[in-house]
């Protein structure tokens, strides 16, 4: 055995990369909430809850640990959750999904994003993401081999632009990638909005991928309009769901993908070498807590309260804050602000105000490819009470 290198021999028999991704570097959330860690901030930047989930929810999980259910389960994922999913997209979305051939449980939403793209995206294949986007869909069209066609969501509104939706559209593009409840605006398509998207792909080979991580989250009078609700978008669609969202148990990183049965044949070969299946346990015990739909049929109440509470709060300063019409999120311009430091952008205000105001958000410059800055900075409000009323007074300075 070899012991005690000598650093220099070390370094050169270390194999040199070449990086397939040397654009990557940490992330603005492990970036912000590290500062707001090391300066006691208030952290209102990454999107997490600081309270419990339901204690019931852990006592299910408990007892399938309990009765042995310990050891692998199906590859994709226990028929009990998977049956319950069905029920509840066809109560809430009248769709009908085949719970053996059309549903696979995930290692949360973000391996089901990047296994999707890995089972449908061919070398040089173009993927539209609308932009701002959460900051996994680019790299995982990237790692899959395809190429990213950025198209901007409306500025100040955030709503799609269809024309240039439409216009970037060619022989060469493969699938488009939506997202409502939006991350990180928290703007809500609409019914129309949804129409005018099938209509679009209609005549087209595009496979749609739907991020509804957030879908319990729409605010009144508004409502989700899930991709599985519309027919000429659910037979092209893979949507993508989350029970972390919606259970407040965002570490146990379980979620759903459900699409027709062709595309899940698809998935579910990349899934069965990527992860195989998912803890079996935490199955037993959602499937057995999704027997009462309150859960989630209530979490709109839930946040909306805490949603209001946190935008009463930043009424009294000088923040111009933006419709808050889903998602966990509360996204505020910054252009009113008189802050010491002249001329700050979006990233670099938030640095200040974390240091100085000792509250965290996240600028939403981080969620382009170009950086583009609008003077808008995102704060989640997944908090308890003491905590966004403690936010909000030390806000209240500004």
Known sequence: MITNFDPFLKAIM???LI????????????????????????????????????????????????????????????????????????????????????ITITAGATQALLTIML?????????????????????NV??????????????????PD???????????TRAILINSPHNPSGMVWRHEDMLKLQEILAPTQIVLISDEVYEHMVYQ?????????????????????????????????VGTVVAPTALTAEFRKVHQFAVFTVN??????????????????KLPQFYQRKRDLFREGLSKTKFKLLPGEGTYFQCADISNLSVPEKDLGEAEFCKWLTREIGVAAIPMSAFYGD??????????????????NAAIERLARL
């Open 371 to 388: 950086s583009f800055d609008q003077n808008v900075i995102r704060f989640c409000f997944a908090k308890k009470d003491a905590t966004l």
């Open 162 to 172: 269809f024309d240039k939706i439409q216009a970037a559209i060619t022989s060469k």
């Open 221 to 253: 009078p508004l409502q989700h309009h899930s991709a599985s609700s519309y027919k000429g978008l659910a037979e092209r669609a893979f949507v993508v769901s989350s029970f972390g969202k919606s259970y407040h148990v965002t570490g146990w990183k």
């Open 14 to 16: 270390t194999p040199q």
């Open 19 to 102: 990086s397939k991704q040397p654009k990557l570097g940490t992330t603005i959330f492990t970036v912000m909430s590290g500062l707001a860690a090391e300066v006691g901030a208030v952290n209102l930047g990454q999107g997490f809850p600081d309270f419990e989930c339901d204690p019931q929810l852990i006592h299910a999980v408990t007892k399938a640990m309990q009765e042995g259910l310990n050891q692998y389960p199906p590859m994709p994922g226990v028929l009990p959750l998977r049956e319950a999913v069905s029920q509840k997209i066809e109560n809430l979305y009248h769709n009908h999904y085949d719970a053996q051939t059309e």
């Open 119 to 139: 089972a449908v995206v061919h070398p040089g294949d173009e993927v539209i993401v609308l932009e701002p986007c959460y900051d996994c869909y680019v790299p």
């Open 280 to 297: 079996t346990p935490m199955q037993f015990g959602l499937a057995s807590y999704m027997s009462d739909p309150q859960a989630y049929l």
């Open 142 to 159: 990237e790692m899959a081999g395809g190429v990213v066609v950025r198209v901007p969501l409306t500025p100040g509104t955030f709503k």
